[in-house]
Nanobody
Framework: QVQLVESGGGLVQAGGSLRLSCAAS????????MGWYRQAPGKQRELVAA???????NYADSVKGRFTISRDNAKNTVYLQMNSLKPEDTAVYYC???????WGQGTQVTVSS
């Protein structure tokens, strides 16, 4: 069993920044890709960014150049740095451990115009 706990969400004005954190209960990054997903009201959950066990990253077109995914293996934590936020980034953001299929509880991000 692996627990994923997200933090760092909040309310921010358009153009602002937030950093989300996802702390895993044990070291899983060597075997599991990690992803950040988001779900806005009335919409399907979508992949925002992912990082493989080897450290390769990929991003949704809508966030390329604005968001950065990274991880700290010593802290068992994955981050999502979000810059130049837009109102359309408003959603609940979830952390996902691909190998295990586990999800975190989600953290709300609200961007005001």
């Amino acid at each position: 069993q692996v627990q994923l706990v997200e933090s760092g969400g909040g309310l921010v004005q358009a153009g602002g920044s937030l950093r989300l954190s996802c702390a895993a209960s044990r070291n899983i990054f060597s075997i599991s890709a990690m992803g950040w997903y988001r779900q806005a009201p009335g919409k399907q959950r979508e992949l925002v960014a992912a990082i493989t066990s080897g450290g390769s990253t990929n991003y949704a077109d809508s966030v390329k150049g604005r968001f950065t995914i990274s991880r700290d293996n010593a802290k068992n934590t994955v981050y999502l740095q979000m810059n130049s936020l837009k109102p359309e980034d408003t959603a609940v953001y979830y952390c996902h451990a691909d190998f295990f299929g586990y999800w975190g509880q989600g953290t709300q991000v609200t961007v005001s115009s």
